[in-house]
């Protein structure tokens, strides 16, 4: 069985730009997870979905935004991009109930904003 | 303000030994801890779980305990292989929540 799958696996943007980042959960998985890893820190928390609804937001600022789409895939939006927000970020699914659950990550998209 | 805390950021351990890493945590409501392996250029893989119901869980050479009074856990790899050397982190939650906290990690080497 295929695991969670992340695109791109790297990116570059500049300062100001917009990016997208897309997730594919595992398939029986209806909760996408997004973190957000920056070197020699754990992943934090950005947005959990679940059923299509968003069901918690990290402490991020509103230029980040995402959503899951009826097949579960999910996409993670950035605006206004920081030099800040060069970082890992990592998609997880969960499943088959909103919690009680282990996070089952992806290999990451690396951002890098310059 | 971190809410679950690896003390340890590096060890290193002999083959054959025993690898244990410990985490704290702040938050008495949590109640679902993880416990996950990281290699470079990877996303974090899910080792073991354990709920707050139970003091202690194994699955084949890892064991995680848990001490809710003095709100610790710690994994136990055994015999320590060196395909184990990767950064470990716990991550914990409510069992209600949407979200998991995780630790700052720690980088185990186990030496052939």
């Known amino acids: 069985d295929a695991g969670v799958t992340q695109s791109p696996t790297h990116l570059i943007k500049t300062r100001g730009q917009q990016v997208t980042l897309r997730c594919s959960p595992i398939?029986?998985?209806?909760?996408v997870s997004w973190y957000q890893q920056v070197l020699g820190q754990g992943p934090q928390f950005i947005f959990q979905?679940?059923?299509?609804?968003?069901?918690g937001r990290g402490n991020f600022p509103d230029r980040f935004s995402a959503r899951q789409f009826p097949n579960y895939s999910s996409e993670l939006n950035v605006n206004a991009l920081l030099l800040g927000d060069s970082a890992l970020y990592l998609c997880?699914?969960?499943?088959?109930?909103?919690?009680?659950?282990?996070?089952?990550f992806g290999n990451g998209t690396r951002l890098t904003v310059t | 303000d971190q809410q679950v805390k690896q003390n340890s950021p590096s060890l290193s351990v002999q083959e054959g030994r025993i690898s244990i890493l410990n985490c704290d945590y702040t938050?008495?409501?949590?109640?679902?801890f993880l416990w996950y392996k990281k290699y470079p250029a990877e996303g974090p893989t899910f080792l073991i779980s354990?709920?707050?119901?139970?003091d202690k869980n194994e699955d084949g050479r890892f064991t995680v305990f848990l001490n809710k009074s003095a709100k610790h856990l710690s994994l136990h790899i055994v015999p320590s292989q060196p395909g184990d050397s990767a950064v470990y982190f716990c991550?914990?939650?409510?069992?209600?929540?949407?979200?998991?906290?995780f630790g700052t990690g720690t980088s185990l080497t186990v030496i052939p």
């Open positions: 938050n008495s409501m949590f109640d679902y």
């Open positions: 979905y679940y059923e299509k609804e968003e069901r």
């Open positions: 991550a914990a939650s409510s069992l209600a929540g949407n979200q998991f906290y």
């Open positions: 398939s029986g998985h209806k909760s």
């Open positions: 997880a699914s969960s499943g088959p109930g909103q919690t009680n659950s282990p996070l089952h």
């Open positions: 354990i709920s707050s119901i139970k």
